[in-house]
């Protein structure tokens, strides 16, 4: 299996300033069609995850562009430019690329 | 506009077999390159995906409950329904169902294991 891994877990951040999580797979992401399948989700509170990015770099409609996916190989990085009270939670990192698909273990972003 | 609702017992017993009703709209599981996925969710814990099922009925399963796992599809209810054998406390999560391409998501169901 795909072991993704993210860091860092926990990330308090202040409203305003940027934020960036990192997550690494352990092996390349490339597909037999050439796409690299690497999404990012956002999951608040009593909620279901929603998409956020998707082969690493797309924003899916109605994301704001302060969220960005970057990365290559078997790094990749969700950046966000000015953190807003609204992106607290939780953030996960997942592959679907190979079988099975994998998840991070999440990391929890906080306001100081 | 496509939605996805999960439907199912929310307390099951150990050892029992659950089965879980993904209905959904919007989209059809004859088109092409289309899906339905499962997800869970501990309490508390990451997201693990379980299984998805294609347009063309090929299906996958992940390795670890593949065993316990079947997913079965009725086109003329869109629903697509998971069934997990030999429930177990540490299968006590919260399930969802998701497009397969994963921009769409259900509202999740909690099922608890307990005697």
């Known amino acids: 299996d795909v072991v993704i891994t993210q860091s860092p877990l926990s990330l308090p951040v202040t409203l305003g300033q940027p934020a960036s999580i990192s997550c690494r797979s352990s092996?390349?992401?490339?597909?037999?069609?050439?796409?690299?399948?690497l999404n990012w989700f956002h999951q608040r509170p009593g909620q279901s995850p929603r998409r956020l990015v998707y082969?690493?770099?797309s924003r899916d409609s109605g994301v704001p562009d302060r969220f960005s996916g970057s990365g290559s190989g078997t790094d990749f990085t969700l950046q966000i430019s000015r953190v807003e009270a609204e992106d607290v939670g939780v953030y996960y990192c997942m592959q679907n690329t190979h079988w099975p698909w994998t998840f991070g273990q999440g990391t929890r972003v906080e306001i100081k | 506009q496509i939605t996805l609702k999960e439907s199912g017992p929310t307390l099951v017993k150990p050892t029992q077999t659950l089965t879980l009703t993904c209905t959904f709209s919007g989209f059809s599981v004859t088109t092409p390159g289309v899906g339905v996925a499962w997800i869970r969710q501990p309490p508390e814990k990451a997201l693990e995906w379980l299984a998805v099922?294609?347009?063309?009925?090929?299906?996958h399963y992940s390795p670890s409950l593949k065993s316990r796992l079947t997913i079965t599809k009725d086109i003329s209810k869109s629903q697509v329904v998971l069934t997990m054998t030999n429930m177990n406390p540490g299968d006590t999560a919260t399930y969802y169902c998701a497009h397969s391409r994963l921009n769409y998501w259900g509202q999740g169901t909690l099922v608890t294991v307990s005697p």
């Open positions: 092996q390349g992401l490339v597909h037999s069609d050439g796409n690299i399948y």
């Open positions: 099922f294609f347009w063309d009925d090929n299906q």
């Open positions: 082969k690493i770099s």
